[in-house]
């Protein structure tokens, strides 16, 4: 099972289109859909009452017009805050709100696990990583998805509990995640880099048959070139739009 194709970059809305509207609201994922993005990344975390939501940081300070960590607030709370402004009122999303709208779209999905283990996180952790994975099968998008998080313990357990069911994603070279216990070429799909000019890491990733991504701060024409004749599959980017006629322009999409 592949979520990319051969013949073409494939594009993954970071946050949704981020660059236009605000991340993680329905509209940046609606329009990062229209603006051309193969693939929708974003962020689930669990409220204080256990229900996934949609968010990227441990507090709603940035991105609401409220303050406080996400694990501390009920969800009542959490539905009535305004991630827009005064004039584009944005609700913070559930996670089955999200998934509800994606499963209808032509679109594939890269969810990041917010929720990190530690002794006192772990029935959280455990909970969040469950939640998300029954409502991906609830609604049929196993084949549709690919989990992702900093927290190698994260990918770990679902590797150890699911094997190769779910396609994992994460991050290289390895130590820009944490808690790893297990060579992570045994169990990634695919891995995310930043030293887009490193050659070496291009070879060991592709020797491993792991997928090469790119992250959003790779915009410009000369450095996509250089990720595409490496062999880079996807790029994750805050204006899928832009990227999308970049890639046109270079015969790539």
Known sequence: MRLTRDDRMSI???????????ENTMTAFKKAVDEGADMIETDVRLTKDNVLVIIHDERVDRTTNSRGKVSEIYYEDIAVLNAGDSINYEKVPTFNEFICWA??????????IKEYYSEENSERCIKCIENI??????????????????DAWVLEYIYKKYGKKYLLHG???YNEMF???????EYLY????????????????????????????????????????????????????????KLIAMGKY
């Not at 499963?103 to 990041?112: A, D, M, P, R, V």
């Not at 808690?179 to 070429?185: E, F």
């Not at 790779?218 to 990227?243: H, M, W």
């Open 179 to 185: 808690h790893v216990n297990i060579d992570p070429t």
């Open 103 to 112: 499963s209808k779209e032509n679109i594939t999905l890269n969810i990041e």
């Open 171 to 173: 991050f290289y070279p």
């Open 133 to 150: 994975i029954d409502l991906v099968e609830q609604f049929n998008m196993t084949n549709r998805v690919v989990l992702n998080s900093f």
């Open 12 to 22: 993954a809305g970071h946050r949704g289109d981020s660059y236009n509207y605000y």
């Open 190 to 245: 695919c891995a995310c880099i930043w030293e887009i000019e490193n050659k070496d890491i291009y070879k060991y990733l592709s020797e491993h048959n792991i997928e090469i991504w790119v992250g959003a701060g790779v915009t410009q024409i000369s450095k996509l070139k250089i990720c595409i004749e490496n062999g880079a599959k996807l790029i994750t980017t805050n204006n899928p739009g832009d990227i999308k006629n």
